[in-house]
């Protein structure tokens, strides 16, 4: 199965890439994310243990990521619990020199024991979340404080 998602936010694509690429800011924007422990990061290539919440559940996943230009690829070599695979890519353009839009590209398989009615939706829901919680955070960034 395919999901793709984009969003526009006001921010370089400079500091939204490097955003994206610091997981350990993740959980300060994105609250599902309980723990991060990175195993590996030389500033290309990430491999990370991440415990994040779904649906009421710690779910333990480990993510491998690869920074190529303006993109970040990943695959999970432990998916979350319902999916055998999961791999998927972040990509940022420039649109001018304040606005970049955001792909969200994923692709999974469930395992042969959960059925995929309502996971789609669900998921494609909730990559669509992670970019308005970015975008609302970019947004906030970039307000000036009146005197």
């Known amino acids: 199965m395919m999901i793709y998602e984009k969003k526009i936010v006001k921010c370089s ?20 994310i309980e723990q991060i422990e990175m195993i590996y990061d030389d500033g290309f ?29 990943f695959f999970t070599p432990i998916s979350p619990p319902m ?21 969200a590209h994923r692709s999974y398989e ?3 024991s959960h059925s995929d009615e309502n996971f789609q939706r669900n998921f494609s829901n909730r990559v669509l979340c992670i970019l308005e919680v970015f975008k609302k955070h970019f947004e906030a960034s970039q307000e000036v404080p009146y005197d």
């Open 13 to 32: 694509q400079k500091e939204v890439a490097n955003l994206f690429w610091d997981i350990h800011s993740w959980s300060k924007i994105w609250n599902p």
């Open 83 to 103: 999916m055998k695979t999961h791999a998927g890519s972040w990509k940022f353009t420039a649109l001018s020199k304040d606005l970049t839009c955001i792909e």
């Open 45 to 73: 290539n990430q491999e990370f243990i991440m415990r994040v919440w779904r649906d009421k559940l710690c779910e333990t996943v480990r993510v491998v990521r690869f920074k190529i230009e303006n993109s970040i690829f």
């Open 110 to 112: 469930l395992k042969s």
